[in-house]
């Protein structure tokens, strides 16, 4: 009898705390609605019912530079991004594990910057590119995988741990999402329509090492054989960023990388590609050649569908009715987005719309 | 109170990495910590490193014994002259020190001939370069504080700018060696000559020199 | 290992539930395993030392009790060959050889904290002291990492060593049981300093769950953790700031930095030993108690008497009270009575022995100067306020006003303020620096930084603030609330469905309001170097 009032009374005690704890750790958990939307990308995946025959995986110059609104409109390509600010390479081999669980895409494109970075980097990326996961063990090799020297594993496990003190700084987003976020993006890209030529962009500073590390070219090389298990093509990209620098020495380890194991791999800085895509740096970029704006991400993915479609043989599925119905709504999403920060910029000077 | 406590978690807290993101001069900052970490090693262990590098730090006040010296190309007065390399660039007249907070540097140093922003992903903080004929300066955002500005780099881009010990782009790679000594540390394509959180850097074209960088050690 | 770790937190909760599944009569040696896993955590080599310890202690007391009963046996042996003197000097000198054994453990123990802990010190003030004759300082200055909770656990060991030798109770015959004794973990990190005849019989009885005892226990761990993550570590970045720029931080900033100070170190280190004896009630173990609301003394001796307690007693027991009864001390008593004349007489040999016990204090802090000068004002103040207890009982007499509630709290707060500012030992980097530093507090009169906004640039923001004061009234409630005894006792006692909710509501408090995780340094506790 006493035995069982001890472990009533301690049961009871964890659920209340456990409960208080949870509903707390919703509050306190970064929305990232008006601020560092980007931190919203990675959970945006799940809510799509649709399938998607060509995946993008890496970091902004993923999911900055394509639009997959042309890809669908222009060629009737499904395709989604799941990429986050500096995803680092193994983050994107785990997105891609975590991606197959639900579907197999026909392509899979891997945006190569990111095999500069052979080591984990920084603690507020990692929690970008991590906590929208859904649980698996892909996420669990991501949390591995990425943790710096200072993180520890169990506050990806319980947020609540990592944020607890965020009570200080809630904003009204933080109770106005509660319950969700609402959708920012357009199967995950991040649209800008702005604009801001590329101009003074400064030499290249020179590195005393040029080689990439191991730990990034064993994570290509699993995200190559998951995509041949899969029967699945993997193309790779670099996209047209003039900045951060991409050396000619780090081309050359890609391109003989490439070159060895039969890949495709696309670098989008070189003139004829700049010439095909039509990029103009002029216009097509809304900070100075970091990223590129609406009006170039839809050219560069104009070119590209058009070049996966001849080569992988991707089908025109702008007719089916599932599709259709997402891509739609995604769509007028998309359009009224453009038109809403044209406005602000009409009105404010800035996408944003702040005064 | 354990004041040495305190001094290690202050310095753990200095050395967490930088919050600069896809946009930001981590490009080289990769480069720099790697490079940190080879070169790091001869200078603690210069004593007993197999390695064929110098047996002094180039900073050290006092003359070394350059008889012990396996490189034969390093002159017999080198290690006078390796005591007085300067890592603090003076740029007309204003000394550059990486690391150091950017904006009184920046406004001694008058307007520049252009500027490049290179946005934080996804947050607030910028890397700057400015440039003042062939000279490139490189700033980040403070880890901390994304508004505060740090110096990062100096980049020496052509022949109109020498080092303050005088050495400029398209010398030789023996005139360097005349003016500095023996390098901290070297292969084909740089030679780096290193003190504590600085480092100064010569890239090499063949034997010639292309590239000069100030920069900081991580 | 620290108290904060998450493996610590979780090594403890799955020790609770497998003390209490596991049979009664193994349950300390599940503890000892537990120590000997702690404490090899923070490093194998440091097994080594605390190892020796154990070992020489456990054979030594073993000889002695073995060679008292020996003498014995002899005396009642030959109880009607002797006479009384015959016997007593037999007895002298079997003492005399026991004690031979004692010093041995003593001296090697001790011996082996003076290396570990003060070899760096002494060397450099012996090249400091060769350096005056004109030769450049050489001898070598060794550098030792300090085990863990070193000067905890031997003070503890030779404690019951000393107590062995005195026949105040047997000696542990299981060397297992000793060890355990010995390395108990909970009391590694910041002590307190037990006595053998108050733990033991906790430590071996392995006692059944009680679920009085286990919530209890509970409650004052996350109690101890409150203090420890909310309070001390909250402030901490701000303590830190203001004492490693002694140029900018002058004048009221010294006085603020004392304050942040004062709060840091008692939450902190009275946190610790919230934790222990939480674990310990939990476990049930009762552990001593090691402050008594220090911060309502009124004056300086009744202050040591309330904190750090068991170091006090620690000190009294084994060195004051040796000391004063040592046969130089008595010496020297006689000589000072006869020459320097009786009033003289009386104190010398008392001011001497409480130098001597605070010389020794100050060192037990640290081995530096800073530590040592401390120690001596403190006993400077005592000695001096001890002479005046005559002129402060007059003025008492006299002035009814000052026995009155107020003015036991201006007392109160001016003991707090007298400790805070000898603290400052703790905190600058030498001797002058504090003096400096405390005169600046009087000479600088920068009061505005209390108006301008100062405060929120000293690594502190506006919710930090309300933490740190809100957890200071409530620390300062539950010290009034206690004085009529155990809080959570009373909670308890009233209804078992609010002591639930307490317990609740700490865990909740801890985990919202702590300052841990990444944003913060989480610092080590500052009583597990010493």
Known sequence: MAKNKVLIAGLAMTLTAGAVLAAYQRLVQPKYMSDVVEGNLIAGYYSSGMDHDVLFVGDCECYENFSPVTLWRNYGISSCIRGSAQQLIWQSYYLLEDTLRYEKPKVVVFNVLSMKYGEPQNEAYNRMSIEGMRWSSSKIGNIRASMTDEESALSYVFPVLRYHSRWSELTSDDFRYYFGAKPNFFSGYYLRADVKPAQNVPNPTPLTDYAFSDTCWDYLGRMMQLCAENNIQLVLIKAPSLYPFWYDEWDQQITDYAEKYHLPYVNFLNDDKLEATGIDFETDTYDGGLHLNVYGAEKLADWFGGYLKDRYDLQDRSQEPVLQAEWNEICARYDAEIERQLNNLEQYGNVKGEA | MNRKAILAAVLAAAMLTGMTGCGGNTGSSTADSSAAADSTEPAAESGDSSEDLPESMPDDDFETDSAESSDSEAPQDTPAEAGAITFDYVLNGTTIVVGEEAAPVLEKLGEAESVFEAPSCAFTGSSYYYTYGGVQVVTYPDEHDQSLNRLYEVDLNDSTAATNEGIKVGDSYDDLIAKYGTPTQETPAYASYQTEGKAVRFFLDGDSIKQIVYTIVM | ?530
């Open chain 3, 1 to 530: 290992m620290l108290f904060t770790d998450s493996l610590f937190i979780f090594g403890l909760i799955l020790l609770f539930f497998v003390y209490f599944l596991i049979p009664q009569k193994y349950r300390w040696m599940l503890l000892l395993a537990a120590s000997i896993a702690f404490y090899a955590y923070s490093g194998w080599t440091n097994l080594l030392y605390i190892g020796a310890t154990a070992v020489t202690t456990f054979f030594v007391t073993k000889r002695i009790e073995k060679m008292a009963a020996a003498a014995k046996d002899a005396v009642s042996a030959h109880k009607s060959e002797w006479s009384r003197d015959e016997k007593k000097t037999f007895k002298e000198a079997e003492k005399k050889k026991r004690r031979r054994w004692l010093i041995l453990l003593l001296v090697f123990n001790f011996g082996m904290l003076a290396v570990i802990k003060y070899g760096a010190f002494t060397m450099n003030n012996l090249n400091g002291i060769i350096g005056w004759f004109g030769e450049r300082g050489t001898l070598p200055v060794p550098n030792f990492l300090l085990p863990m909770g070193i000067s905890f656990y031997l003070f503890q060991t030779m404690g019951y060593a000393i107590d062995v030798y005195r026949e105040k109770y047997p000696c542990e015959k299981n060397f297992a049981r000793l060890a355990l004794f010995v390395s108990f973990f909970p009391q590694l990190i910041q002590g307190p300093i037990s006595r053998y005849d108050d733990l033991a019989k906790g430590l071996y009885a392995g006692n059944g769950f009680d679920a009085e005892r286990v919530q209890l226990g509970v409650q004052r761990i996350l109690w101890g953790y409150f203090k420890k993550v909310a309070l001390a570590d909250r402030i901490l970045p701000a303590v830190t700031l203001l004492i490693s720029d002694p140029e900018q931080y002058q004048g009221m900033y010294a006085l603020l930095g004392m304050l942040y100070y004062t709060l840091q170190l008692y939450a902190d280190f009275t946190g610790g030993i919230d934790i222990t004896i939480g674990i310990g009630q939990v476990l049930g173990i009762p552990v001593t108690e090691n402050f008594q609301r220090p911060f309502f003394s009124k004056n300086i001796t009744e202050y040591w008497r309330r904190w750090h307690i068991t170091l006090g007693t620690w000190f009294k027991d084994y060195l004051f009270y040796p000391v004063s009864v040592a046969q130089p001390m008595l010496k020297l008593s006689k000589w000072s009575r006869e020459k320097l004349g009786k009033n003289i007489g009386k104190y010398l040999p008392v001011y001497v022995s409480t130098i001597a016990v605070w010389f020794v204090t100050g060192l037990w802090h640290g081995a530096a100067w800073n530590f040592i000068v401390w120690g001596l004002l403190n006993a400077v103040i005592i000695l001096i306020s001890e002479r005046c207890t005559p002129l402060y009982n007059k003025f008492h007499k006299k002035c009814a006003w000052s026995n009155s509630r107020p003015y036991d709290g201006f007392m109160a707060i001016r003991t707090t303020l007298m400790m805070g500012c000898l603290r400052m030992f703790d905190c600058y980097r030498d001797v002058p620096l504090t003096f400096k530093m405390f005169g600046t507090m009087f000479t600088k009169w920068n009061v505005q930084i209390f108006a301008d906004g100062s405060l929120m640039k000293l690594k502190l923001t506006g919710a930090d603030y309300g933490v740190l004061i809100a957890g200071t009234l409530i620390l300062f409630t539950a010290s009034m609330l206690g004085r009529k005894g155990s809080v959570r006792k009373r909670v308890w006692e009233r209804s078992r469905v609010l002591s639930c909710c307490l317990t609740v509501v700490l865990l909740l408090t801890v985990l919202i309001f702590g300052a841990y995780g990444i944003g913060y340094d989480s610092s080590q506790f500052i009583y597990n170097q010493f």
